[in-house]
């Protein structure tokens, strides 16, 4: 958790970094429902995109499985 917290206050040195903090923060307070339905978004996308690497995964499993037991 020191480690963290030493890293969180580390990268907020970098002006780019805090300038970046200082906007989301701005950005959640303004519009709070719009920040929760992007976030919400971007994770119901990334979820997908992972199911869809499993089943890649498993379907490429299953077909050489499949092959080498034939």
Known sequence: MIGGIAGTALSL????????TIDLL????????E??????EKVTEAAMKVQHVLEDTQDAYNN???KVFE
């Open 64 to 66: 050489a499985s499949s």
């Open 13 to 20: 040195l970098e002006t780019k970094t805090r300038k970046q």
């Open 26 to 33: 701005t950005q959640v307070k303004e519009n709070p429902t």
């Open 35 to 40: 920040v929760k339905e992007q976030v919400t």
